[in-house]
């Protein structure tokens, strides 16, 4: 978290994904905000951050920064990436008390999900929820219980307005003038995450989509 007076070094702050950025003199609701949120803020995984995985005799080591999502398979878990799928021997309730410190969290009793990789959370046709993880034609659908619906949007409403903020920070700085404007005072504000494109769906924009 930064602490300063000045301006510019909003960029630097944004770059090593700092969970708040305060300008001197500080409010103290401003402060006592953002000591609530650097409480609350997950520990983001790291390629030092790892789990052995076993195929054929030989033993690898896969980051859980690359895990998208985890997949109840009876008594194991299967770990899925962007390149494939790895089975593990950890029961699913082991897993997630582990990885919550990582930002996973659980949609479904058989998947466990990275939130830093859903980008959109949507209501299905016949009236539940589901997330999508990844994007193109790596992504995947998966659905979301109901007794997870509630948990999950407000989780995900809370990192879209941390991240938002953020960003309207970094574009500040780095355009001399600009405003940024109250990220949690707009539905349907562009910048960062999430972007509501309609009643039924909730998507996510990179920040340097929005011009």
């Known amino acids: 978290m930064f602490v300063t007076a000045h301006e510019d070094a909003a960029v630097d702050a944004f770059a090593v994904r700092a969970v708040d950025y ?3 003199p500080l409010r103290q609701e401003r402060l006592a905000e953002a ?19 076993e195929l054929g ?7 859980v920064a690359d ?31 582990r990885w919550a410190v990582f930002g996973f969290v659980r949609v479904h009793r058989s998947f466990l999900v990275a939130a830093s990789h ?11 929820h589901a997330v999508r993880v990844g994007t193109g034609d790596g992504a995947t659908t998966i659905p979301v219980s109901r007794r997870h619906t509630r948990e999950l949007k407000d989780r995900l409403v809370r990192r879209a ?24 005072a707009r539905a349907g504000h562009p ?7 309609s009643t039924s769906r909730t998507s996510w924009a990179s920040c340097s989509s929005v011009r």
Do not use: N, W
């Open 67 to 97: 895990v998208r999502f985890v997949e109840a398979q009876g008594d194991y878990a299967r770990l899925h990436t962007a390149t494939g799928s790895h089975l593990v021997r950890i029961p699913m309730a082991q897993l997630e008390q």
């Open 118 to 128: 859903i980008t959109e959370l949507r209501v299905e046709p016949g009236g539940g």
């Open 35 to 53: 000591l609530f949120r650097l409480a609350a803020a997950p520990v983001r995984a790291t390629e030092a951050d790892t789990v052995a995985v």
């Open 57 to 63: 005799g030989v033993t690898r080591f896969v980051a």
């Open 191 to 197: 910048v960062g995450r999430p972007c509501v494109r």
């Open 22 to 24: 305060l300008l001197k």
């Open 161 to 184: 307005r941390d991240v938002g903020r953020a960003c309207c920070e970094r574009s500040a700085a780095a355009r001399p003038g600009h405003q940024p404007p109250d990220v949690g």
